[in-house]
């Protein structure tokens, strides 16, 4: 099944504009073209640019691990091989299932029960009516709620809330794997449940990649690691080398 | 520009042929909305129709109109009238209130008008409930010019799906535009044939308001329907002329700054 999933991007740069007051409205805008103000008096919005040349290839069976400062764009980067963001330059070719982890409680409603919210979020993330119907029981089981799932999810404990949101995430399952940090949810027993769950689908899917500050997890998990800098790839390798760098960079010596 | 046309194009067919998934979200954005409530959406069709009867004996009075002819019309007209604003008004704030939704899951964004658009055709069916009683209290026998209100309907759904796609991409980066929008609503509402009828005007300058006025005449082509009214080939024509304009406007804005959407919010 994973063995078709690839990504390729070439010169992917993603800007933001930094809208103001000023620039969200229309009749500023209106206004200044009225009076005649020349263009180069009115102030353009600024740019923040959060990805800038990225040149990137991933093949089925790569583990990817992104390193990087906050700010660096390693979410800009999940966002983009997500699909969310799409470039404001070059090309992004991403050939297979995305599941994208990150985000998870999107979608979810206070006021709907447990089983509605098991629909809902199935349908935002854009599974079909009867994938999820199909998968409702096995869901359920996961998450060991019981009955609590018919009641609105406004009465839940945090923990339980947790449960529910990481058993739907992870239902279904995607050739390509984003992670925007481990998950980690729930007491002691659900953590190892959950922990093996995330391995599993880790270990099935064709593509990793994780965005992460875990040094340890990054080695572990990863077989290729690219260090990100203000929105470029600052370098690219084995999991082992950026890793030293990136710590040499951090001045955080390690052995 | 004619390749990312066509790819919009193709997007909003595919999407727009999903139905179990906007269409179930939809459903259950209202079941959720008036979950603590006895009689559900029903409660707005209730309000709607305290406002029917009160306005419309009030009016009937004051401009001298017989209340059998001015009643059903200001009732069918303002249920129609509903259905447009409340689709623009929420179409210009489809994804600015989408927003969390946009930046976290990766969806075409045009499931989210028609998500929004379909939530308000059902709170309009439940209203249609007042025709219904119309023709239980009204001695109307049943036309077949009735059935013209579904394709009449279908003229409205394309302009008003397209007219929600074009306001949601411009207020998304312009967002004082849903403010005028409201209140230019309001304006549009005295200016279209709704509390005053087309014989009312008929002979007055203010008669030509009824032909160049859009929304005068798409309202009309469900009213008339449904009123078991005669419509004239002029009306449908036209309506047919704003459905495939606003479709296009609506695809061009589409093709052109979907994917800008994520970055304004």
């Known amino acids: 099944m994973s063995s078709a999933a690839h990504i ?41 640019s959060a990805l800038n040349g990225v040149d990137l290839e991933i093949r089925a069976g790569d583990r ?50 447990g089983y509605e919210n098991i629909l809902r979020r199935g349908l935002v993330i854009g599974a079909r009516r009867t994938e999820i119907e199909a998968r409702r029981a096995e869901i359920a089981e996961f998450t060991e709620l019981g009955d609590r799932l018919d009641l609105p999810l406004r009465t839940y404990s945090s923990g339980m809330m947790l449960r529910l949101i990481f058993a739907v995430a992870t239902a279904i399952e995607g050739e390509i794997v984003l992670l925007d940090e481990w998950i980690g949810v729930g007491d002691q027993q659900f953590r190892k449940k959950a922990r093996q769950r995330l ?30 800098r203000e929105g470029r790839i600052a370098a690219a390798g084995s999991t082992e080398d950026i890793l030293d760098q990136y710590l040499a960079g951090t001045g955080e010596g390690r052995a | 520009m004619e390749n990312r046309i066509q790819a919009a194009a193709s997007e909003i067919v595919r999407q727009s042929a999903q139905f179990d998934r906007w269409g179930t979200l939809a459903l259950m954005d209202i079941s959720l909305r008036y979950r603590r409530t006895v009689i559900g959406p029903l409660w ?73 658009t379909a939530r308000n055709v059902v709170i309009f069916l439940h209203h249609l409930l007042l025709v219904v009683l ?103 024509l036209l309506g047919s002329v704003y459905a495939v304009g606003m479709a296009m406007i609506g695809l061009g804005c589409y093709a052109r700054y979907r994917h800008r959407v994520a970055y304004w919010l």
Request: hydrophobic share 55%; aromatic share 8%; with cysteine.
């Open chain 1, 199 to 228: 391995d599993a689908i880790v270990a099935r899917a064709g593509i990793l990649v994780l965005a992460s500050h875990d040094i340890d997890l990054i080695k572990n998990t990863c077989n290729r690691a690219i260090l990100l």
């Open chain 1, 8 to 48: 390729v991007l070439r010169n992917v740069s993603v800007a933001f504009p930094v809208l103001s007051f000023r620039d969200r409205s229309l009749r500023s805008r209106f206004v200044r073209a009225v009076t005649l103000r020349s263009a180069g008096n009115a102030p353009r919005p600024r740019l923040v």
């Open chain 2, 134 to 236: 119309l023709y239980v209290v009204m001695p109307w026998p049943l036309h077949w010019t009735l059935l013209l209100a579904v394709p009449g309907f279908a003229i409205l759904l394309v302009t008003l799906v397209g007219a929600a796609t074009a306001l949601g991409l411009l207020c998304a980066r312009f967002r004082d535009i849903g403010s005028a929008i409201v209140s230019g609503l309001q304006f549009v509402f005295f200016l279209t044939p709704i509390i005053w009828t087309e014989d009312a005007v008929r002979g007055t300058a203010f008669h030509w308001l009824t032909r160049v006025n859009p929304f005068a005449t798409l309202l009309d082509l469900v009213r008339k329907p449904l009123l078991s009214q005669a419509t004239d080939p002029e009306q449908w």
């Open chain 1, 64 to 113: 990817l691990g992104i390193i990087g400062a906050n700010g660096a764009g390693k979410t800009t980067l999940l966002r983009v091989l997500a699909g969310i963001y799409h470039p404001t330059a070059g090309t992004v070719d991403v050939c297979g299932r995305c599941l994208s982890l990150f985000d998870l409680a999107a979608g979810f409603d206070e006021e709907a029960t």
């Open chain 2, 44 to 116: 707005i069709t209730l309000t709607l129709a305290a406002t029917i009867a009160s306005v419309g004996t009030v009016y009937a009075t004051l401009f001298k109109q017989d209340v059998a002819v001015f009643l059903p019309s200001f009732a069918v007209g303002l249920i129609v009238w509903t259905l447009i604003a409340a689709t623009l008004q929420e179409g210009s704030n489809v994804f600015v209130a989408s927003g969390h939704l946009i930046k976290a899951v990766p969806a075409p964004l045009i499931v989210h008008v028609l998500q929004m």
